[in-house]
């Protein structure tokens, strides 16, 4: 019983040590899967949904880009949401059902939306045919037909508002105006037969489309054709920031004959790709790197994808730009890293504080385990001097069981595992000796002891008989 009290009283105490050694070890592995699958997550590719209006010419830009991303595996995945309209694609941005949208901004503008690019600018053209020398500006188109050129199913790119303020600019009533649909295929037919005295037309300037236009005017009004400046263009812009001031240069619809003649200002409106304000800074200026970077391998397939530029980096911009833009344009972005470079500093300090607390717990526990091995040890050195003092065989038999004992506590599991090789050694040593010095005070203990031996004179005996 005098073995058990050397090292048992500590044990409920180590147990419990351990106990909290291993379960904080286990935090620290809980804690470590946990950011590495927090890493993981956060590096997975991520969803990205945008509305394109249909039939126009963003579909295939966006899906070019969907391609150029999935093929050099980047951090995002486009999905294609499409819709009816451009009002149609700001309203499920408005209504969260999609984290992108391309817009018009002439048309709708999402209260909740904010610039990531301009895909392009489009300049609103007044073209009047050669034949008609009756038409100089825009305040002459009073009472007149007005062709307005159906570049998409009709209204998914409605522009009648981008009309009615360049004639509400020069006092001309917008109902004063006769106002005609006609196709692209149809418009050389309907200059030449007159059904019109003007066209309308809003496209980028320089692209197929609006240079057909004007070739289409001016085959049908077999001369070059006269264009109507919009000089007051930028005080439309300063009143309305759906609109801009555009400069049309010389030349820009080619021909022999430059068409124009020379460069003059015009209204225009823009095309842009927006970004729910809630989308994270670094989805933002990473899309807009990615949008950039890809864009000349887009325009290999859709050129008109060259349009694509950054917007001003505007704070104050009637139309906000994101914020994750605006770090890209400023050479601000953070990488994971860098954005979380003080977490990582603080939780390395407290993993290494975490980790000498837990080794000098562990250091504490080897060493009252390694003292209640030096204990058990001296014990048995003072049980062998002991026993072979013994003077009877009940005190043998208490020695020997408090060895039991002594034997049992130091194969415990609290003490066995930080027993050296030298200190197992020695208790051996001592179990051993104990053990002799026991048996061989049963032998001297089991041996009557003789009387002293007392020498006589011979023929004693005999004499006392007489």
Do not use: W
Request: with cysteine; aromatic share 6%; net charge negative.
């Amino acid at each position: 019983m005098k073995g058990s009290a050397l090292i048992h009283p500590n044990l409920t105490k180590h147990s419990s040590l351990r106990r909290v050694i291993f379960a904080a070890l286990i935090g620290i592995v809980a804690l470590a899967g946990a950011a590495a699958v927090g890493y993981y997550y956060y590096e997975r590719p991520s969803i990205l949904k945008i509305a394109v209006p249909n039939d126009g010419e963003d579909q295939p830009i966006i899906a070019a880009a969907a391609l150029d991303f999935n093929k050099d595996q980047q951090p995002f995945r486009l999905k294609l949401v499409p819709e009816e309209s451009f009002a149609d694609a700001a309203r499920a941005l408005d209504q969260g059902h999609v984290d992108l949208a391309i817009v018009r901004t002439d048309i709708a503008m999402p209260p909740r939306g904010q610039t990531v690019l301009i895909m392009r600018r489009n300049a609103a053209i007044f073209i009047v045919p050669g034949q008609n020398g009756a038409l100089y500006s825009i305040g002459d188109l009073r009472g007149h037909r007005l062709g307005i050129l159906q570049t998409a199913a009709a209204g998914k790119a409605d522009s009648l508002a981008l009309l009615d303020a360049a004639l509400v600019q020069y006092d001309v009533p917008p109902s004063s105006v006769k106002r005609l649909s006609v196709s692209a295929a149809d418009l050389a037919k309907a200059v030449e037969r007159k059904d019109v005295d003007a066209v309308f037309a809003v496209g980028v300037l320089g692209s197929e489309g609006l240079t057909s236009a004007v070739n289409a005017v001016a085959a049908g009004g077999h001369g070059p054709p006269v264009f109507l400046p919009v000089a007051e263009a930028k005080a439309i812009a300063q009143r309305s920031p759906a609109f801009e001031g555009l400069e049309v240069v010389r030349g820009a619809f080619g021909g022999a004959q430059p068409k124009p003649a020379e460069d003059f200002d015009t209204i225009g409106v823009s095309t842009r790709l927006v970004a729910r304000n809630t989308l994270s800074n670094e989805t933002v200026g990473e899309l807009m790197r990615l949008m950039l970077a890809a864009r000349p391998s887009i325009a290999a397939l859709v050129p008109i994808a060259n349009r694509i530029e950054a917007p001003a980096a505007d704070k104050g911009a009637a139309f906000p730009v994101h914020p994750g833009a605006l770090d890209f344009l400023d050479d601000e972005q953070q990488s994971f890293f860098e954005k979380y470079s003080d977490v990582f500093y603080i939780g390395a300090m407290c993993l290494s504080v975490l980790g000498t607390m837990l080794a000098a717990a562990a250091a504490r526990l080897t060493r009252h385990n390694t003292a209640g091995a030096d204990r058990i040890l001296a014990r048995l050195l003072e049980i062998t001097k002991a026993a072979r003092g013994a003077k009877h065989t009940d005190e043998l038999d208490e020695f020997e069981e408090e060895a039991d004992e002594l034997l049992a506590a130091a194969l415990a599991p609290a003490t066995v595992h930080v027993l050296s090789v030298n200190r197992m050694g020695a208790m051996t040593l001592a179990l051993n000796q104990v053990r002799h010095a026991i048996a061989e005070q049963r032998q001297t203990l089991a041996v009557p002891i003789r009387t002293t031996f007392a020498p006589r004179i011979v023929g004693e005996q005999r004499a006392v008989g007489e």
